[in-house]
């Protein structure tokens, strides 16, 4: 078997062993797994706490299929040591979309939602494999993709602290501090927080898992956290699907112009998140060669789109590839094994079905996984080029408008409005490329219908 998977992965070649590829896989897996508990819940409920219509075990499944593929077509067809899973950013704009097709009447509107992803994967493989993927990256502002970031990333934080039961609603004013942080809620919240908070500090692998898993100790202790079945049963089984999701996407009623934003935002963010990924993460591997180019960039792209066409049809939102694919290597995983490996836990995790709808289905006990996924996002806001205000304005719009807004769409159709506008006036208008026009007028459309109709 060694030999076989020498071989197949040219362990040697890369200065590797299968040990070392297996536990790096494994790594990996584990500083990623929290998406498994998050997905779920985060799809299957909206921001003001009603459901989606998308089933927790459909959204279940669908994840963990999905992530299992793609990450072992990314082992095998492009090998690279990393795993894909649905992206965090993508998952909360997709509920975005889900609340904003609602609230217009239209019906099915995860449905919709799914097909609208699924047309953008189909998009990103296009211009994937036609190499034009490049030439837009090039396009976009670098304070505008670190803006996109990190405003995503406080979003996330922020809903994590209103899960946590920290931030609530008040009389007079929009949200503010829970006044009472002795509750049950917040104690799990701030437990799992800690631990979590301490051991990434500490660089430790799987820190969000860890506190997860020490916020449940204490929600079993308080009996905040109850299983619906007994015994191993309580734990151990494959996802309840209540409502199907796979391949009930709604392609037709996303080929439309009300749609037409959305499906340019969820491309963009596919874009931004894909390549500076697999990038980064293929430097660090040593991928990279001394002239910057990295080789099976393309091959590695085009899993990486074709996973979210995957994904859509399946029912979950945009699957990419994960930054946490870094523990592995740091581990050591160079091949494309370390993706095998990691996708197939994926599939093991479809055996514990009961045990993540019972700690998803608690939000103080994901919360803190939310916070720390936030702070690390945000940490692109510094590459902002504050210097100059032409590009730290529309950038902190960005920024700032995603949380204020509460949304993602309503956020960047601010900062991407206001960049040419700024740009222009301030006597730089040469030095922004046509992109930026064409997504300013795209976003100035959105902002004076979609939102129009939706008031």
Not at 129 to 139: D, N, P, T
Request: charged share 10%; net charge neutral; hydrophobic share 55%.
């Amino acid at each position: 078997m060694n030999a076989v998977l020498n071989r197949l992965f040219r362990l040697e070649e890369a200065g590797t062993t299968v040990r070392i590829e297996v536990l790096a896989g494994v790594t990996t897996f584990l500083t990623m797994a929290y998406i498994i508990f998050l997905q779920p819940a985060i799809l299957s409920i909206d921001f003001n706490g009603n459901p989606t219509g998308l089933d927790f075990g459909a959204v279940l499944l669908a994840t963990c299929l999905a992530s299992a593929l793609a990450s072992i077509v990314m082992g095998l067809y492009a090998r690279f040591p990393i795993a894909l899973a649905p992206g965090m950013g993508e998952n909360y704009f997709f509920v975005t979309v889900v609340m904003t097709l609602t609230a217009a009447g239209i019906v099915g509107a995860w449905q919709v939602a799914l097909g609208i992803v699924f047309v953008a994967g189909v998009i990103f493989l296009g211009l994937s494999l036609f190499g034009v993927r490049e030439r837009i990256i090039e396009g976009i502002s670098p304070s505008m993709r670190h803006g996109i970031a990190g405003g995503i990333g406080l979003f996330i934080a922020f809903i994590g602290l209103r899960n946590g039961d920290v931030l609530v609603s008040k009389p007079g004013a929009w949200l503010g501090l829970n006044p009472h942080l002795a509750s049950p809620k917040v104690a799990v919240f701030a437990l799992g927080l800690a631990v979590a908070g301490i051991l990434q500090a500490r660089k430790v692998r799987g820190s969000i898992l860890w506190g997860i898993a020490a916020a449940g100790v204490l929600a079993l202790a308080t009996g905040e956290l109850t299983f619906a079945g007994q015994g191993l049963a309580a734990v151990v089984g494959f996802p309840s699907v209540e409502s199907p999701a796979a391949f009930r996407l709604d392609i037709r009623n996303a080929l439309t112009l009300f749609c037409l934003p959305f499906i340019i935002i969820f491309t963009l963010m596919a874009l931004l998140d894909a390549t500076g990924t697999l990038v980064a993460v293929a430097q660090q591997a040593g991928i990279t060669t001394k002239e910057g180019k990295t080789p099976r960039i393309v091959q590695a792209l085009v899993v990486d789109s074709g996973a979210t066409v995957v994904g859509a049809a399946l029912g979950t939102s945009t699957v990419t590839a994960y930054i946490e694919s870094a523990a592995g290597v740091a581990y050591g995983g160079r091949t494309g094994l370390t993706a095998v490996v990691a996708g197939l836990l994926f599939l093991v995790a479809l055996l514990f079905g009961p045990l993540i709808h019972a700690i998803g289905g608690y939000p103080p006990l994901t919360a803190p996984a939310l916070v720390v996924v936030g702070v690390l996002m945000l940490q692109s806001a510094r590459h902002i080029e504050w210097d100059d205000f032409s590009e730290a304005l529309p950038a902190f719009l960005v920024l700032a408008g995603i949380p204020l807004c509460y949304s993602i769409a309503d956020g960047l159709a601010l900062g991407f409005v206001a960049y040419p506008i700024v740009r222009v006036a301030s006597g730089k208008g040469r030095q922004v490329h046509w992109l930026m026009y064409v997504l300013a007028l795209a976003l100035l459309v959105y902002l004076l219908t979609v939102r129009e109709r939706l008031s």
